[in-house]
């Protein structure tokens, strides 16, 4: 599979449509307040919670400054393994229990919302709220800069799925979160964690599975030419019976195909 490509023009046109607003929105997190949207602050349901989110967000931010990172949403590949790396160690490190890291979650993933992006709504910051306009970037728009008509880690299903919207079908381009919204919400309408995918990969075979990019191709960086090495763990394989499932999926050779759900830096 070949490096997926981003070019500047689709980073800066992302910026414009939701920069402000994940700013605005991160500020009032941090501060223990709700996400600032005009039709209704998004809140955390009491002062606990309110306060982990509070805790998350100003971690966010700090390590944004840490690495330089103006916005997360236009934010470059090495950039964001950086902020990951050093915001997954934290995390795990916090020992949030479930409840807290759902609520958490939840407040994150409206702020940055993936669906926004999909229906072409950006943000636009009107007296200290945030307000949502329609938008002609969207998910088929930055598909199309892409240009990938099949699923970067099976290289099998396609990447686009029909769905309706009232009586018209409207086309639509599923993505993967490669690092998933389960722990990164905040990642939610990063451009460069976006790797379009098929139904299947993306909603069975690799679910919110965490990625170490030191171990898993990344398209945004990797890509396969010719050649690759793929790493086995036959023990892994017996004892793990979901490895067994990907793991048993043939690939044809010829088409080089490569997916990271089983390739290893070798």
């Not at 046109?13 to 605005?24: Q, T």
């Not at 898993?216 to 960086?221: T, V």
């Amino acid at each position: 599979m070949r490096k997926l490509s981003i070019c500047k023009s689709a980073l800066k046109r992302h910026e414009k449509a939701y920069a402000e607003g994940v700013s605005l929105g991160l500020e009032s997190l941090a501060n223990g307040h709700g996400v600032p949207f005009a039709t209704g602050n998004v809140n955390a349901p009491d002062e606990f919670t309110a306060a982990s989110v509070a805790k998350y967000t100003r971690k966010i931010l700090e390590l944004m400054q840490r690495f330089n990172i103006p916005s997360l949403v236009s934010m470059r590949p090495r950039k964001m393994i950086k902020f990951v790396s050093a915001f997954h160690f934290w995390y795990e490190s916090e020992g949030f229990d479930d409840a807290t890291r759902k609520e958490i979650k939840k407040v994150l993933s409206a702020l940055f919302n993936y669906e926004s992006f999909r229906d072409g709504k950006k943000y636009k910051v009107v007296d200290g709220k945030i307000v949502l306009e329609q938008s002609n970037w969207r998910l088929q728009n930055y598909l199309a800069r892409l240009n990938v008509r099949y699923c970067c880690y099976c290289n099998d299903g396609h990447v686009y799925g029909r769905t309706y919207n009232g009586e018209d079908p409207a086309i639509r381009s599923p993505f993967d979160h490669y690092f998933p919204n389960r722990i990164f919400p905040m990642l939610g309408l990063t451009l460069v964690n976006l790797v379009p995918a098929c139904h299947d990969c993306n909603s069975g075979r690799k679910g919110d599975m965490y990625f170490d990019t030191a171990l898993y191709a990344y398209l945004y960086l990797d890509d396969f030419h010719n050649e690759c090495s793929i790493n086995v763990d036959l023990k892994k394989m017996v004892s793990n019976s979901s490895y067994i499932k990907v793991a048993s999926v043939t690939f044809p050779l010829l088409s080089i195909v490569a997916t990271s759900l089983l390739i290893a830096r070798g």
